[in-house]
């Protein structure tokens, strides 16, 4: 039977515990958002504005430690990566045109 390193295990479950954290976090938002929306309609641009901007920053942020940490990436890391960036880019100019109109 092949033994399964702490390190390795510790990694995996932190990554989970992530994942649900922010997914979690994503909904609880989603929830308060829809609960308000009448009382914040005004804000909602400038709150989907800051909130891409600091996905933004923090999925850089979050890629820059990893390389720098020298950790492997797998392809489909890569392309999930690279695939938000495409949204947040077509995101921008749908807001940007909504903002022109």
């Known amino acids: 039977m092949k033994q399964v390193e702490p390190a390795a295990t510790s990694n995996s479950r932190l990554k989970r515990a992530e994942l649900a954290s922010s997914f979690g976090a994503g909904l609880l938002g989603f929830g308060l958002g829809a609960m308000a929306a009448s009382y914040i309609a005004d ?59």
């Not at 504005?49 to 920053?57: E, F, N, Q, S």
């Not at 690279?82 to 921008?92: D, F, N, P």
């Open 43 to 101: 804000l909602a641009l400038y709150v989907v504005i800051t909130g891409a901007l600091m996905h933004g920053w923090g999925m850089y942020d979050k890629h820059a430690t990893e390389r720098d940490l020298g950790r492997p990436e797998a392809v489909w890391m890569k392309a999930l990566y690279w695939s938000c960036w495409l949204i947040l880019a077509g995101l921008a100019v749908v807001l940007g045109l909504r903002l022109l109109s």
